[in-house]
């Protein structure tokens, strides 16, 4: 008996799967996670805060530190009270739905405490107070 040739083409080829498409997509994802990602604009000091029963996470995009030197800090730089709502304007541009935490020091005056939250009612930011849970 003879054997019929098949007409299928029996031999292998090498077979290289094209990845570009599929980097495409990746960086694509990348760069739409990075430009929508919400970053939290630091104080740039650590305060001792006052302790409270309970304890909610919160999950601010602008925290305001305000030590017990009376110092007030927001983003890493000191600024006075005076200079407070031109900052926070600038962040509130750059993300209008931002919503903002006082970080108090145990021994920061409180009336400073107060008008900066003052402020930021003024400002219309909806603002709470940082507390650590005992």
Do not use: C
Not at 3 to 21: A, G, K, W
Not at 61 to 67: D, P, Q, R
Not at 101 to 109: L, Y
């Amino acid at each position: 008996m003879a054997r019929r040739q098949s007409r299928v083409n029996t031999d292998e080829e090498d077979v290289e799967l094209n990845m570009t498409p599929m980097l495409d997509v990746v960086f694509i994802l990348l760069i739409f996670f990075i430009v929508t990602a919400v970053f939290v604009k630091e104080p740039g000091v650590d305060v001792e805060r006052p302790l409270t029963q309970t304890h909610e996470r919160e999950r601010p995009t602008i925290l305001v530190a305000v030590t017990a030197d009376d110092e007030i800090w927001v983003n890493r730089q000191v600024y006075q009270m005076n200079q407070l709502r031109n900052v926070l304007e600038q962040l509130r541009q750059e993300n209008p739905r931002a919503e903002a935490m006082i970080q108090g020091d145990g021994g920061a005056p409180i009336g400073t405490v107060l008008d900066v939250q003052e402020l930021l009612q003024d400002m219309q930011i909806p603002v709470t107070v940082s507390t650590r849970p005992r």
